[in-house]
């Protein structure tokens, strides 16, 4: 399945806008949340090709996003990959166990970002 959009989930309006601006100029459609319980509704509504979420947010965390979109029949076949601003060890063994495709550190590098997502789609 070729991706063509893409939900961004930050609670930081600065690094939605930098990840949305990175992503159309590559081409894809980007749609934003700004939290996780914004990201399950707007997927519930219009399920995107990806999610690329933070991993730290109030509310629901990345990783229990990533959970829920992963174990539901209905969402279970959307790719979901992680940012994180931690140590990514850690979080890429939580990513993986929760189901996501992948973990990038921020701040994320363009081309590193865009090369994932190609090999996803």
């Known amino acids: 399945m070729a991706i063509k959009t893409i939900l961004v989930v930050d609670d930081s309006a600065t690094d939605r806008f930098f990840l949305t601006e990175l992503l159309e100029t590559a081409g894809f459609i980007v749609f934003g949340a700004e939290n996780g319980e914004d990201c399950l509704a707007k997927v519930a509504l219009n ?10 947010m109030p509310g629901l965390s990345g990783f229990q996003v990533t959970r829920t979109l992963t174990k539901d029949p209905k969402t279970t076949h959307i790719p979901v990959i992680l940012c994180t601003g931690k140590s990514q060890a850690t979080d890429l063994a939580w990513a993986m166990k929760m189901g996501a495709k992948a973990c990038i550190t921020k701040p994320v590098v363009s081309a590193d970002l865009l090369n994932l997502i190609n090999t996803l789609g």
Do not use: A, F, I, M
Request: net charge negative.
């Open 47 to 56: 399920p995107p090709d990806l999610v690329l979420c933070d991993v730290v």
